[in-house]
């Protein structure tokens, strides 16, 4: 599975907009970017995914550089239940046999600290 | 709609005993990943269930099994505990063989003396 690299930390004030960086140097062309984050307690949940073109939902965006070597995870607004540590991660697609699967690779992630 | 469940949500157990951990899909899903979790780690893929047969599996031993029922419900079954299994377990729903998005449940702590 490609590698992805993330810091281990990061803070910011609720309100303020938040850039969470993701370097995935040896991506193929056909992983996709996936980010998940997990909150105290909770398992992990979807937050968004992209291919090559940048990308919106009602959580956050995500800006995919144009090798597809790096990305971005943005979220315009942190609240305070943003606090969670957010993963980057590239799907593996398929087994050895050729079935497909979706099989997620977690890395350590980002502790995201939002601040009052 | 209900979301991914799982129970139980805490168990105790002694080395070398087994576990049998449940998991209840959402709706509509019929694929199930189940995932170990270290304290301070993320999550690692043990392996996953399509339409009732494993077709993918993680860096784990053979005594961790799993079942997938015609109802899309799951089990991972772990025999011979050991003290390093002592984790959070959480199972993972997912339609079209897991290429789409994962939809976590809370996971069960479990804790090998």
């Known amino acids: 599975d490609a590698k992805t690299t993330q810091p281990n930390s990061m803070e910011s004030n609720e309100e303020e907009p938040v850039h969470l960086p993701c370097n995935h140097s040896t991506i193929s062309g056909t992983d996709y970017i996936h980010w998940y984050r997990q909150l105290p307690s909770q398992g992990p949940e979807y937050v968004i995914h992209?291919?090559?073109s940048n990308v919106n939902n009602r959580m956050a965006s995500l800006a995919i550089a144009e090798d597809r070597k790096s990305s971005t995870l943005i979220l315009h607004r942190a609240t305070l239940r943003d606090a969670a540590v957010y993963y980057c991660?590239?799907?593996?697609?398929?087994?050895?046999?050729?079935?497909?699967?979706?099989?997620?690779?977690f890395g350590q992630g980002t502790i995201l600290t939002v601040h009052p | 709609e209900t979301g991914v469940t799982q129970s139980p949500t805490h168990l105790i157990k002694t080395r070398g005993q087994q576990v049998t951990l449940r998991c209840s899909s959402q709706s509509g899903h019929n694929t199930v990943s189940w995932y170990q979790q270290a304290l301070g780690q993320g999550p690692q893929f043990i392996f996953q269930y399509y339409r009732e047969e494993e077709n993918g599996r993680g860096n784990f031993p053979p005594r961790f099994s799993g079942l997938q029922f015609p109802n899309y419900s799951s089990e991972l079954n772990v025999n011979a505990l050991e003290l390093d299994d002592s984790a959070l377990y959480l199972c993972?729903?997912?339609?079209?063989?897991?290429?789409?998005?994962?939809?976590f449940g809370p996971g069960t702590r479990l804790t090998v003396l």
């Open positions: 992209g291919l090559t």
């Open positions: 993972a729903s997912s339609v079209t063989g897991g290429r789409n998005e994962q939809f």
């Open positions: 991660i590239l799907r593996g697609s398929t087994n050895a046999g050729g079935t497909s699967y979706g099989k997620l690779t």
